[in-house]
């Protein structure tokens, strides 16, 4: 199994940027999918959570209302969609994975531990 995270670049303050995150070898179906980011000198922290299965979200207080995960069944692609990025908000972004049947509780969704599966990051730069 492997993710690949993609999509992201170098944006001014207040634009928006899509990552990609793909999965081959396996099937998203029934997962619990994760984003985190790391920023240089800081730990990797949670960004947002899906679950295939009926579609529910979740996301950190920091991003709330600027982010939102969506997904493409046909693609087996998920999605972090980012608007009104701010500098803060550069990171290097990672997708990750726990696939069926094993699932993620929700008491343990910002617990990176929790993630069997993990992309190659995506660097995000946001400029003032």
């Known amino acids: 199994v492997q993710l690949q995270a993609s999509g992201g670049g170098s944006v001014q303050a207040g634009g928006s940027l899509r990552l990609s995150c793909l999965a081959s070898g396996r099937t998203f179906s029934g997962s619990s999918m994760g984003w985190f980011r790391q920023a240089p000198g800081k730990e990797r922290e949670f960004v947002g959570h899906?679950?295939?299965?009926?579609?529910?979200?979740y996301y950190a207080d920091s991003v709330k209302g600027r982010f939102t995960i969506s997904r493409d069944n046909a693609q087996n692609t998920m999605y972090l969609q980012m608007n009104s990025l701010k500098p803060e908000d550069s990171a290097v972004y990672f997708c990750?994975?726990?696939?069926?049947?094993?699932?993620?509780?929700?008491?343990?969704?910002?617990?990176?531990?929790?993630?069997?599966?993990w992309g190659r990051g995506t660097q995000v730069t946001v400029s003032s």
């Open positions: 990750a994975a726990t696939f069926a049947p094993r699932n993620i509780i929700l008491s343990q969704i910002m617990n990176q531990d929790q993630y069997d599966y």
């Open positions: 899906y679950r295939w299965r009926g579609g529910t979200t």
